[in-house]
């Protein structure tokens, strides 16, 4: 592959991207809407047509690990490994 076809190719990759990026927040700012909507209406699961839509609170636990470094840091140490992987990037 020639170097305008890379850089062609580069170009494409980032509006695709841009794109991807407008739609992440167009979307969002759709999801937001309906969720006032049903924070207005007092409501965890709303019919509209064809569709159920919930927004519904969960609980979960997780586990501290910066507490628990702080408290036992060696055995933290004993039970951390390091993992290899890879990362793509394009900078202008």
Sequence with gaps: ?????????IESLRALEELI????????????????????RDTEELMAGQYIV?????????????????VMPEVYKAYTKQVSSKRFSISA
């Design 1 to 9: 592959m020639s170097t305008h076809e890379l850089t062609a190719q």
């Design 21 to 40: 990026e407008e739609a992440k927040t167009e979307a969002e700012a759709l999801r937001d809407t309906i969720k006032q909507e049903m924070l207005n």
């Design 54 to 70: 919930r927004y519904t609170s969960v609980l979960s636990q997780r586990f501290d690990t910066t507490a628990f470094k702080k």
